[in-house]
């Protein structure tokens, strides 16, 4: 394994985590593919397998689950082996084919492009599994028409079986006295009835099992016995042709073994998809945006195996700032938090969600590296410090621009000063290297040095002095105090000895560790402050979305309500229309004063007719270029300046737009007043949605309507819109935002954010 080692898989408890995502396999084949996963570096076949992951989270919201699987390895290394098979093992490999055929047809979808053609290598095993499933039953046995002469033998066997059956009933009935239990049981394979001991000087019989009292015999007349040889060989010949039939049937999977295979590891990996994408949803778990150089930028990064009591993390370093060292009190998280960069690196680059923010970035590391945890061997008769060390010279030789370093405690083990002497001449050779490194460390050299050095960035866990524990949080730019002085007086030491260990310090020693408790302090109120202000705006967020919801059950019902009006006003207009021919028909037939009465009632209808009609229907008003013109929907007022066939060109507050004649109507010029105070614009809102809905439709069908609806906005004084396109290929998309690039009212538009529906939503402001 290139990318990671043997010692930095067990650091960051990657095999666990592997674990964790495993029992969400459907089957034994997904959860060993998954336990299998090894991170890669390269940049095409991550972001691939996430691609992947993507379609398969998709699939599974819509309720794909890959069930009825199993490994079918060891019945195929039988088969090869042994040249026969049990039936029921047969059964277990139709159920595999039934099971990859479903899987194959929920996945060849549009809406899977990766996952369709990975699916289309399947093989095509009907052939073999009509075979299977007509020549065995759900019992797993052998159906007795399998073939032909099979059928023919157990039709042969029923037949001799009841003449049989015949003799020796009759043969009881006669010698009744004889018979010990008037019933035909089996011995042998061979019919016999059970007979008095003393039955067997009186009379031929065959005596084939005796009871253990001796006074019963199992035994067949002499008269059945060519009748029992009869039926005995129609036995042995469909044994025969069953052991005919299964050998016929292994051989014809012994041919397909080749395709069954590779079907069995497409299935194992869709399985592993299905494993991660249902790790995903259970754990709220994200794909990051990956990147070949840059940044680690870690958001609300969840430790998976802590669970619910993970303390979300959220740390940047990188670019430019290779180097992090990260301070703070014992048990503050410092480990936790470096075992969490780590094993994040790690599995992104294996194709696996991480539980953390969508915003979390990482680039992709050629090798991850570390020093993590207690090492001692006793074999090599190696301490702590030699362990670590040996490790450490095992990173430094590896370490390049493409490697991401983790050491815990640098510096540990031994003597302070040589130990912080040994650190800083290890941080300074590791930033020569190029290599992203995070350091944690105790040690005040270390400290100073990661403040004074422009590539190194300084960060601390955050430690609550009120109530003396951990929060577990990281503070970026703040060196961190152990804090041991504190805490003691806190936990009631003397306070005459807390103040002569205070005087072994330097006063520079002194004010710096006070300078750092201050920053501290300060730090942590601003992140309190930054965490209330993310949860008001969470709850705004909660309340606009409720608004949302509420307006869009309104609008439901404003639908509902105009359908069914729209309804109710069609059948009345078809009762019209129904009245009118009824009319006509009379006035033809009628005499004068009938008619007249008839064109009387027409003139009436023809007024209801005129009332119930939309006002677009009908001839449109005629107008001249400069007449002054009122648009219906909102009573705003402006000038005719051009005219054509179907549409008018008006002039409204400096903006140009073009309407149906049918949407105006004449109105009054404006009289300057001269003298009079100039009053304030009244805009009437109203008569236009704030979205407008085009998903699905043809370029040039859309492009009309986002052109009415952007009139419809300007002239309703509302300055945002948004257009809902879809994602699709994005051709929609992109004609919809060359269209807005040419409106000259338009003052700019961009894509929705993720939480607003993202590349589906355009927002449009107007001027």
Known sequence: MDVVNERTLRDLEYGKVLELVARHAASSLGRETVLALEPRADPEAVRAEFAFLEEMREAVARGFVPGGLSDIRPILDEAREHGDLDPEKLLDVADFIEAVMRIRQELSSPRYPRLSRLVEKISDQRALL??????????????????????????????????????????????????????ITQRGGRLVIPMKSGAQGLLELVVHDTSASGQTVFAEPATAVRANNRLRETEDEIEREIRRIRKELVATLHAEEKDLLRDTEILARIDSLYARARYAEAAAAVIPVLEEKGPVELVEARHPLLGERAVPVTITFGDPQRMVVITGPNTGGKTVTLKTIGLFALLAQAGIPLPASPRTRLRLFGKVRSDIGEEQSIEQSLSTFSSHMTNIVSILREADPETLVLLDELGAGTDPQEGAALGLAILEYLLSTGATVAVATHLTPLKNFAIMHPGVKSCSMEFDLETLSPTFRVLEGVPGSSCALIIAERLGLDRQIVDKAKSHFTSGEVKAEEIIRVLMEERSALERGRRELEAELSRTKALREEYERKLERLKERRKAELGRELQRLEEELKRAKREIERLISVAKEGELEARRATLRRLEGLSERLQALSPRKTGPAPEFQVGQTVRFRATKAVGVVRAVDAERVEVEIKGKRIWLDPRELEPARSPRPTGSSPPRPEMRVKGGVDLELFVHGMKVPEALREVEAWLDRLLL???????????????????????????????KRFRLAPPEEGGEGVTIVELE
């Open 716 to 746: 309703s004084g509302f300055r945002v819109g948004h257009i809902i396109h879809g994602k699709g290929t994005g051709a929609l998309r992109r004609a919809i935002h060359e269209y807005l690039t040419t409106v000259p009212y338009v």
């Open 130 to 183: 009509a075979s299977i499933r007509r020549m065995i039953d759900e019992h797993g046995r052998i159906r007795e028409d399998a073939t032909p002469a099979l059928r023919l033998l157990h039709r042969q066997r029923r037949e001799i079986t009841r003449e049989l059956t015949q003799h020796l009933r009759a043969f009881i009935d006669r010698h009744r006295e004889l018979v010990q239990d008037p019933v």
